[in-house]
T-cell receptor
Framework: AQSVTQLDSHVSVSEGTPVLLRCNYSSSYSPSLFWYVQHPNKGLQLLLK??????LVKGINGFEAEFKKSETSFHLTKPSAHMSDAAEYFCVVSDLAGGSYIPTFGRGTSLIVHP | EPEVTQTPSHQVTQMGQEVILRCVPI?????FYWYRQILGQKVEFLVS????????KSEIFDDQFSVERPDGSNFTLKIRSTKLEDSAMYFC?????????????FGEGSRLTVL
């Protein structure tokens, strides 16, 4: 069975400093991995995705993530945080176990950005 | 750009009442999902639907819940007799167009408040 662990429930950074949101996954198959962002009272927006192509994936708003199979990780980074990045971030793993994709969400990491 | 739409955006209901949440998935997608998010908690998988039948469901998706695709465009979630603990944001998602990778496209969500 697939699973995903987001190691931090909250991450607090100052504006202009780097962001690191950690995600580890477990999957018996070659997984697809995603990061979604949820701003307050909004829906879920795809930030970026890994689907067995390049291991370093670039997404929207300057975010990127690197798929590391040896570490079963898919950490999300951004060189310089902006106030508008404050939101909830979800790491999602999805594989074809059972013959269909059933994406599984991590618990989420709340990113707090201080001025 | 095609998108998933959900109605209503917010519904308030009395405990014991039936509720139907509606979703219009992206037109060429084949897989449909319902997720829910209780306030402050993780996004939880409820059910997936493919080829006009349920393909997977979670433990949360008990006999009080049902889904159907009545007319080839809408995808509905029915809660037969709502309980206080059903209060949550319900997200519909679709996937499975050309080059299916497991990426989900989410609607903005329907917030259900049970009094």
């Amino acid at each position: 069975a697939q699973s995903v662990t987001q190691l931090d429930s909250h991450v607090s950074v100052s504006e202009g400093t780097p962001v690191l949101l950690r995600c580890n996954y477990s999957s018996s198959y070659s997984p697809s991995l995603f990061w979604y962002v949820q701003h307050p009272n909004k829906g879920l927006q795809l930030l970026l995705k890994y689907t067995s192509a390049a291991t370093l994936v670039k997404g929207i708003n300057g975010f990127e993530a690197e798929f590391k199979k040896s570490e079963t990780s898919f950490h999300l980074t951004k060189p310089s945080a902006h106030m508008s990045d404050a939101a909830e971030y979800f790491c999602v793993v999805s594989d074809l176990a059972g013959g269909s994709y059933i994406p599984t969400f991590g618990r989420g990491t709340s990113l707090i950005v201080h001025p | 750009e095609p998108e998933v739409t959900q109605t209503p955006s917010h519904q308030v209901t009395q405990m014991g009442q039936e509720v139907i949440l509606r979703c219009v998935p992206i037109s060429n997608h084949l897989y449909f999902y319902w997720y829910r998010q209780i306030l402050g908690q993780k996004v939880e998988f409820l059910v997936s639907f493919y080829n006009n039948e349920i393909s997977e469901k979670s433990e949360i998706f008990d006999d009080q819940f049902s889904v159907e695709r009545p007319d080839g465009s809408n995808f509905t979630l029915k809660i037969r007799s709502t309980k206080l603990e059903d209060s949550a944001m319900y997200f519909c998602a679709s996937s499975g167009g050309t080059g299916h990778t497991g990426e989900l496209f989410f609607g903005e969500g329907s917030r259900l408040t049970v009094l």
